[in-house]
């Protein structure tokens, strides 16, 4: 298929995603509206009422759409091509993927079973008006949550991965000797420094960086004063591809909750904050089996951070209306992951009673809450903090819980990360291997969670400043391996597994930045 061709399909498919959007008909009656004033003529009606759309800043709020829809939107293929190819083009990986969702369902179901709890009921008159007038201290309901356990953990996923193969692949052909020392054994193309270099070419070492204390040829206060201006000026704008490029050297604290919403393109209109208050409204009305889930996980994470304890309320509201969103549901139709389905109640088997369960069709494992707690520090209204989480999920935090041969998917980023320390640090990565201490035993769950948790707040943010403004995980993976390049005198000199994780127990001391710059810039290729 030709460039043309495929830009035509690309432009087709966003119209069409577009036209069933608020901003779509706020367009059309603005237009229509705008067909009134008496400087739009007849004869130029065309180039007219463009030039009032363009004044009036509604064409900035329409590239700033078709910007978001670019990027989370797999690039369009031939309309011939199956669907599930577009949403993961390997077979082997699709398998695996199916796999893994039947087994965590089967987990789900058995939980319901074995504890004789519903899926989903519909809460009582009583709970209902117990719920709703708690809600903003819905964190003090101490409900007995022993009997529950998380779906599954991070290194129940990594096993799976572990184990994963391409079945038309022979390992023994012309294959470094070093990716068999890893864990992951899939034949996948990542980058390596040349290439990551020159695609993360602003953060060198002598370009000035939020996050560094001393700035190479600029004294810092000087550049964090221009840089604030420059920030400044891109929020008036409103214009989520400068924002997106003004990311990649950091966001000033004061304007980061701004950048990233203009990023993501993420409103916080009147019909957002109705949307809102609908899926409240839906948790008071009914209880999910997946609720119990999000408050267990909570009260084994984010309840016991030192940074995020005091968001525990927001994160229920958060979570408990993100797992209603039906809307979450558009993500699948490029997530490798299908969407869960149950049967009502006596219906088993019939297809026509199939539900998709829970609604978002996400089902939360221990460490999720951790994706929504950073956000808190940014915003303090529930509805902005929801709207912003769930654009950062299905641009992003999906594709670090699917099996999929994505460059930003959990796999990738393994693989990367194996890939890195072999070939900078193989010395370290032997000898970790030999005391069986595999780097990414260790790692996966820092990357699984983005680091959430286990870097202090200010350079999380800093990290994910860069996944924003990158839009990709890969500076995850770079991240990791800088970790342990950093740790790599300590990490020598240990002999155990248990021992190498007491070296890499504490992150919190870390900063961010110079450790990705210099494990990326300083050291020879």
């Known amino acids: 298929m030709d460039q043309s061709s495929d830009l035509s399909l690309t432009i087709c498919h966003i119209v069409q995603r577009l036209k069933g959007t608020n901003l779509f008909s706020e367009l059309e009656r603005k237009a229509a509206e705008c067909l009134h004033c008496p400087e739009v003529k007849l004869e130029s009606l065309k180039e007219d009422v463009r030039a009032f759309l363009r004044a009036s800043g509604w064409e900035k709020k329409l590239q700033n759409a078709v910007y978001r829809e670019l990027h989370i939107q797999l690039p369009r293929s031939h309309p011939a091509v199956p669907a599930e190819h577009l949403k993961e083009p390997l077979a082997y990986m699709r398998k695996a993927q199916a796999s893994w969702e039947k087994r965590i369902l089967k987990s789900l179901n058995s939980m319901s079973a074995e504890l004789e709890v519903p899926l989903a009921r519909m809460r009582s008159a009583a709970e209902q008006k117990e719920l709703s007038d708690k809600w903003n201290e819905i964190g003090t309901d101490e409900a007995d949550l022993t009997r529950f356990r998380p779906i599954y953990a991070p290194k129940d996923f990594l096993e799976v991965l572990i ?30 420094i040349p290439e990551l270099r020159r695609a993360f070419s602003e953060l060198k070492l002598t370009t000035g960086q939020l996050g560094i204390e001393d700035h190479a040829h ?15 000026k891109v929020v008036l704008e409103q214009d989520s591809a400068a924002a997106q490029q003004y990311s990649r050297q950091g966001c000033p604290t004061g304007l980061r909750a701004d950048l ?40 084994l994470t984010a309840s016991n951070d030192d940074y995020y304890f005091v968001f525990e309320d927001f994160l229920y509201q958060v979570l408990l209306c993100f797992s209603r969103d039906t809307t979450v549901l558009d993500h699948f139709k490029y997530n490798s992951a299908s969407p869960p389905t149950s049967y009502i109640q006596g219906k088993v088997g019939l297809e026509e009673f199939a539900v998709v369960y829970p609604p978002n069709g996400v089902i939360p494992f221990h460490g999720f809450s951790m994706y929504v707690a950073p956000l808190c520090f940014l915003y303090n209204e529930p509805c902005r903090l929801y709207s912003v989480f769930r654009e950062m999920y299905i641009r992003y935090f999906f594709r670090l819980h699917s099996i999929s041969s ?32 595999q780097p990414l035993r260790i790692a996966f769950k820092w990357m699984v969670r983005a680091f959430s948790g286990y870097l202090s707040t200010d350079q999380l943010l800093l990290l994910w400043d860069r996944i924003l403004g990158y839009d990709s995980l890969e500076v995850v993976a770079v991240l990791a391996a800088a970790v342990f390049a950093f740790r790599a005198e300590n990490l020598m ?18 900063k961010v930045m110079p450790l990705i710059q210099i494990f990326l810039f300083a050291a020879p290729i």
Request: glycine share 6%; proline share 4%.
């Open 163 to 192: 184990s994963l193969r391409n079945p038309n692949h022979d390992s023994s052909e012309g294959v470094n000797a070093r990716s068999q020392w890893g864990l992951i054994q899939v034949p996948l193309n990542v980058r390596g």
């Open 218 to 232: 600029i004294h810092p206060d000087l550049f964090e004063s221009d840089y604030v201006q420059i920030g400044k």
């Open 260 to 299: 990233w919403t203009l990023i993501l393109n993420s409103t916080n209109q009147p019909q957002d904050v109705m949307r809102y208050e609908q899926l409240k409204a839906g948790v008071i009305k009914h209880d999910l089996l997946v609720d119990n889930l999000i408050y267990k996980d909570v009260k």
């Open 406 to 437: 994505s460059t930003s998917g959990v796999i990738s980023l393994c693989l990367q990360f194996e890939r890195l320390l072999q070939t900078h640090l193989p010395q370290l990565f032997y000898h970790l291997r030999q005391i069986g201490a």
């Open 493 to 510: 000199e240990v002999t155990s597994l248990s021992s190498a994780e007491a070296v890499l127990a504490d992150l919190s001391t870390l």
